[in-house]
């Protein structure tokens, strides 16, 4: 069982260690003692605590020792080496470390046991466990509620929803101007978090809630799908349904119908703009009436470049950057998105 109060000695006097710290330590629940480096004695002290080297553990009564390092493991073998028992030993594994399991089910349903950590007890917040590698922790961009954002959308695309909130962050820090939209909403889950991300601006949300246009499918031949089962793809939406996912409503525009067609009576410019209608010939028509209504700093996600199914996408990005001297930038989301800015 963990202490109210816990004393630890905290191994590692750099970035890891400052950051777990000052962003998720409980000071309320946890005392430092001292901080631990076997690797330098130069300093003597950090933030107003003792360093001490690693033999110098033994004049301590601590009930934690938290490594606070990015090498977890060679750090835990000293530890084990100068005769620390086990259960005294916490922090964050990182990957590559041979105590991590590989299996992202088996990390998120394990978590505490997993990181050997009682978050309830010594942290203030979750510290950002699923990719668990420093490198990432060392992001500033992890230290923003991204467990949070993680545990929210848990059945959609991870690498796609971090990409979007990096690159929302610049829209905002940049002040980038014009609203918000998406061509193929389908059941708007990917809208939500746009919606959400940007409370302040219009969200356009173009589909034809009701599937493909059958003059669309004429161009695109999927080597994979029958004609029946492409033609009934993604009818099972209502605007109803869309609408009920979305928590500012009232910044919502539905554009029920044919894109491009369904533009008539839009005057508007663009910050952000997602491309997920999946076939050639409106994601060509996609890109050539956004791109040129996109705000300096602003972006255009376009879905399904590598997707191994549905191949329209990349020539139609392809077609259009080469065309009008555009670069793009692959992720790796499932499907493969490429990004464009301007
Ligand atoms: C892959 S789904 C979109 C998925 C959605 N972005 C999400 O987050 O789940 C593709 C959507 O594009 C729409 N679509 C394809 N071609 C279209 C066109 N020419 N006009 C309007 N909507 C279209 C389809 O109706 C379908 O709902």
Same mark, same amino acid.
Request: charged share 30%; proline share 7%.
């Given at each position: 069982m963990y202490n109210e109060n816990n004393q630890l000695l905290v191994f590692g006097t750099g970035a890891v260690a400052d950051i777990l710290i000052n962003e998720y330590l409980d000071f309320g629940k946890n005392t430092i003692m001292a901080f631990v480096n076997s690797v330098s004695n130069s300093e003597k002290e950090k933030n107003g605590y003792p360093v001490i080297p690693l033999e110098k553990i033994v004049e301590y009564k601590f009930d934690y020792i938290l =490594? &606070? &390092? #990015?090498r977890y493991d060679r750090l835990y073998d000293e530890c084990i080496q100068i #005769? !620390? /028992? $086990?259960?005294k030993i916490i922090g964050i594994i990182p990957e #590559? +470390?041979? *105590? =991590? !399991? =590989? +299996?992202q089910n088996k990390i998120n349903e394990s978590v505490k046991e997993l990181f050997n950590l009682n978050i309830e007890t010594l942290f203030k917040k979750p510290i950002p466990t699923f990719f668990n590698s420093t490198i990432n922790f060392a992001n500033e961009l992890w230290l923003d509620n991204n467990v949070g954002i993680m545990q929210q959308y848990e059945n959609i695309d991870i690498q796609r929803v971090m990409a979007l909130k990096a690159v929302s962050r610049e829209i905002i820090l940049n002040n980038v101007p014009g609203n918000m939209a998406e061509l193929g909403v389908y059941r708007g889950d990917f809208a939500k978090i746009l919606n959400q991300l940007f409370p302040e601006k219009k969200l356009y949300l173009f589909d034809t809630f009701g599937g493909f246009q059958n003059a669309d499918l004429k161009e695109d031949k999927n080597k994979y799908l029958s004609k029946q089962s492409t033609e009934a %793809?993604? *009818?099972?939406?209502t605007i109803d349904l869309v609408l009920s996912k %979305? /928590?500012? *409503? $009232? *910044?919502c525009r539905i554009i029920k119908g044919f894109f491009p067609e369904s533009v008539e009576g839009i005057e508007d410019t663009f910050a952000f703009v997602s491309l997920d209608a999946d076939l050639y010939q409106p994601i060509y028509d996609g890109l050539v009436y956004f791109y040129q209504r996109l705000s300096h700093g602003g972006y255009i996600f376009i879905h399904d470049f590598n997707n191994a199914y549905f191949s329209g996408t990349r020539k139609a990005v392809m077609e259009y950057c080469n065309q009008e001297n555009i670069g793009y930038v692959p992720i790796l989301d499932y499907s493969g998105s490429v990004i464009i800015t301007k």
């Open positions: =490594l &606070a &390092a #990015g #005769g !620390i /028992p $086990e259960n #590559g +470390s041979k *105590k =991590l !399991i =590989l +299996s %793809m993604f *009818k099972d939406t %979305m /928590p500012h *409503k $009232e *910044k």
